[in-house]
T-cell receptor, first 113, second 117 residues
Framework: DGGITQSPKYLFRKEGQNVTLSCEQN?????MYWYRQDPGQGLRLIYY???????QKGDIAEGYSVSREKKESFPLTVTSAQKNPTAFYLC????????????FGQGTRLTVV | QQQVKQSPQSLIVQKGGISIINCAYE??????FPWYQQFPGKGPALLIA?????SEKKEGRFTISFNKSAKQFSLHIMDSQPGDSATYFC????????????????FGKGTKLSVIP
């Protein structure tokens, strides 16, 4: 089945630690995205990538980093610099950034303890 | 500055009734307007989308109405069912190469719909 797989579904992190969220897609999409979702805030764009080895900051990139070494993979690292990291993180992909019909993964809920 | 304003924040509808969710946008370069449905603990799924060359699009019980001059669009759910209870997001993105900068989707803040039996 084609789709987007995010792992893990739930993640707990101690304050001061970096943590990496996984996102893999087998849709052969060029563009991939990371969104953060907080209650009542909608979806806010963290980073996006149009092609392998390229990525751009979104609206709330501070405290986050990404890489795009393979077309299928777009991992997100939440660093200790992110002041309020507890949130629901969603990865998405689209054919390319000119076609914004986005398909989402099932999300990772990160909790800082 | 929020570019897509969605209302209401929450909505309670009787089974069989019509659910209406509204969105307004500011950026005249927007030309793709999707609606996403999200169940608790899941990722959003594309429900229906419209481009400004038509004023209405219908898929089953779901209809998008689009008013270009007012810069508004809305989702109507006919014969609402308890299984429709979810959070709905409107979104918008600009035409590629329109000079609007980012071509990514801008989302509204969501509407939590509860359909009661």
């Amino acid at each position: 089945d084609g789709g987007i797989t995010q792992s893990p579904k739930y993640l707990f992190r101690k304050e001061g630690q970096n943590v990496t969220l996984s996102c893999e897609q087998n849709l052969n999409h060029d563009a991939m995205y990371w969104y953060r979702q907080d209650p009542g805030q909608g979806l806010r764009l963290i980073y996006y990538s149009q092609i392998v080895n390229d990525f751009q900051k979104g609206d709330i990139a501070e405290g986050y980093s990404v890489s795009r070494e393979k077309k299928e993979s777009f991992p997100l690292t939440v660093t200790s610099a992110q002041k309020n990291p507890t949130a629901f993180y969603l990865c998405a992909s689209s054919i390319n950034t000119r076609n914004t019909e986005a398909f989402f993964g099932q999300g990772t809920r990160l909790t800082v303890v | 500055q929020q570019q897509v304003k969605q209302s209401p924040q929450s909505l309670i509808v009787q089974k069989g009734g019509i659910s209406i969710i509204n969105c307004a946008y500011e950026n005249t370069a927007f030309d793709y307007f999707p609606w996403y449905q999200q169940f608790p603990g899941k990722g959003p799924a594309l429900l229906i989308a419209i481009r400004p060359d038509v004023s209405e699009k219908k898929e089953g019980r779901f209809t998008i109405s689009f008013n270009k001059s007012a810069k508004q669009f809305s989702l109507h759910i006919m014969d609402s069912q308890p299984g429709d209870s979810a959070t709905y997001f409107c979104a918008a993105s600009p035409k590629p190469y329109s000079g609007a900068g980012s071509y990514q989707l801008t989302f509204g803040k969501g509407t939590k719909l509860s359909v009661i039996p």
